[in-house]
């Protein structure tokens, strides 16, 4: 089993930056595909970023591709987001999956002037 915990959300203007990090314990980190998604308000969760067990594939949404970068340490069992030229539209809950079956609590993140 394992246990994520998400961190790094916040207010951000326009054009800003964060990082988000999802710190995981219990079960092997680094023997999981690991997930980030967003939800909006009324919106479905979105897919945002994916990251291989030893980072050797990474894939993005269209929305966020040359702005986002998912990176991990499976040393710190911890994978991150670094967010930058950030937009009103990315403001959501995001959230990180160990698939199938682990999720964290999300943290929000809202892009607003």
């Known amino acids: 089993q394992v246990h994520l915990v998400e961190s790094g959300g916040g207010l951000v203007q326009p054009g800003g930056s964060l990082t988000l990090s999802c710190t995981a314990s219990?079960?092997?980190?680094?023997?999981?595909?690991m997930r980030w998604y967003r939800q909006a308000p009324g919106k479905e969760r979105e897919l945002v970023a994916t990251?291989?067990?030893?980072?050797?594939?990474?894939n993005y949404a269209e929305s966020v591709k040359g702005r986002f970068t998912v990176s991990r340490d499976n040393g710190l069992n911890t994978m991150y987001l670094q967010m930058n030229s950030l937009k009103p539209e990315d403001t959501a809950v995001y959230y990180c999956?160990?698939?199938?079956?682990?999720w964290g609590q999300g943290t929000q993140v809202t892009v607003s002037s």
């Open positions: 990251i291989s067990t030893k980072s050797g594939y990474i």
């Open positions: 219990g079960d092997t980190f680094s023997v999981y595909f």
């Open positions: 999956e160990a698939p199938p079956d682990y």
